[in-house]
């Protein structure tokens, strides 16, 4: 936390920041289940298809055998190529045999194919201290009857990734954004390839928190009370409790090692007689640690 550490006695106005930094541990990495779904529609063919077979080859040989991995496609329907799969060597060549032989034709039916690479995920038996994850690879070219942002992805993060310089970037930004934990990438050209898979990669086997959750609670000063103005999060989704309108909790979905996040709390003190140390803000966070709950609280003096 960074802030002021003593304010008037008046009524007035404080700033709180608040900062949460991923530990950069050296414990083993739980496994990945990344499910692939690509675009196949027509527009996808010649350079861009070439661009995202270049990018699945890349993604393949990152995982390893704690990792599973499941490749969808559509076009003007969906089609899953194969389940989850653990990555060992051998399964590694019948994944890029299937990358490799990927053709593009058809329509564009975004919406289809996520909804298939969420039940890939919904169909697992085993699912306990594992990370989840969507890579969606399109131009982002939807079919007019069709619309990807209208689904709900629960607490999936997906990470959007358009591909060419006249893609369209509204659809996969949306669906993003509208994910815990999502990032949209912009692919122009085959040298942005690898670099936009690699931090995504860098990302997702090196979480150290998941389902990540901060709360901020205004507390008592005498008998009067603190009041929340506004929490500033970014983007990420707020939640005002009904049962407590002076608590906000923030969902930032992972955290990464090393990664820091900010929050700025806006309060608002009321005027006090005499001096005196107190608690002005709560501030509660809980995370899973390999599907192990952790929370963890502390009190803001003022």
């Not at 861009?48 to 076009?75: A, E, N, W, Y």
């Not at 007689?273 to 803001?300: G, H, M």
Request: proline letters at 3%.
């Amino acid at each position: 936390m960074k802030n002021n550490k003593e304010a008037p006695l008046e009524e007035n106005d404080q700033k709180v920041m608040l900062e949460l930094t991923g530990g950069d541990s050296s414990v083993d990495r739980p496994g990945l289940d990344l499910v692939a779904v690509l675009d196949l529609s027509g527009s996808m063919s010649g350079e861009k298809i070439h661009q995202m077979k270049t990018g699945m080859q890349f993604v393949i040989s990152k995982l390893c055998p704690i990792d599973r991995f499941s490749i969808v496609t559509f076009h003007s329907s969906p089609e899953r190529m194969c389940p989850l799969r653990q990555v060992t060597q051998a399964s590694q060549r019948e994944l890029r045999e299937i990358v490799d032989g990927l053709r593009a034709w058809g329509g564009t039916n975004i919406e289809a194919g996520l909804e298939t690479g969420l039940k890939v995920l919904t169909d697992r038996k085993v699912s306990d201290e594992r990370v989840v994850c969507i890579m969606l690879i399109s131009d982002g070219q939807q079919n007019r009857d069709t619309d990807a942002t209208r689904i709900s992805v629960g607490n999936v993060p997906v990470y959007t990734f358009a591909f060419g310089k006249d893609a369209y970037s509204e659809v996969l930004n949306t669906v993003a954004a509208k994910s815990m934990g999502g990032m949209f990438s912009f692919v122009a050209d085959i040298d942005g390839v690898t670099i936009a898979f690699s931090q995504c990669l860098a990302g997702l086997l090196t979480i150290a928190a998941r389902d990540l959750h901060l709360t901020v609670t205004a507390s008592r000063v005498g008998d009067d009370g603190s009041t929340i103005q506004k929490v500033t999060t970014g983007s990420y989704l707020q939640t005002q409790h009904s049962d407590d309108p002076g608590s906000v909790t923030v969902a930032f979905g992972h955290l990464y090692n090393k990664e820091v996040r900010k929050v700025i709390v806006y309060l608002s003190l009321p005027a006090i007689e005499s001096e005196r140390s107190t608690d002005i803000l709560k501030v509660t966070y809980s995370y899973n640690r390999y599907e192990r709950p952790c929370v963890a609280s502390k009190e803001k003096a003022s």
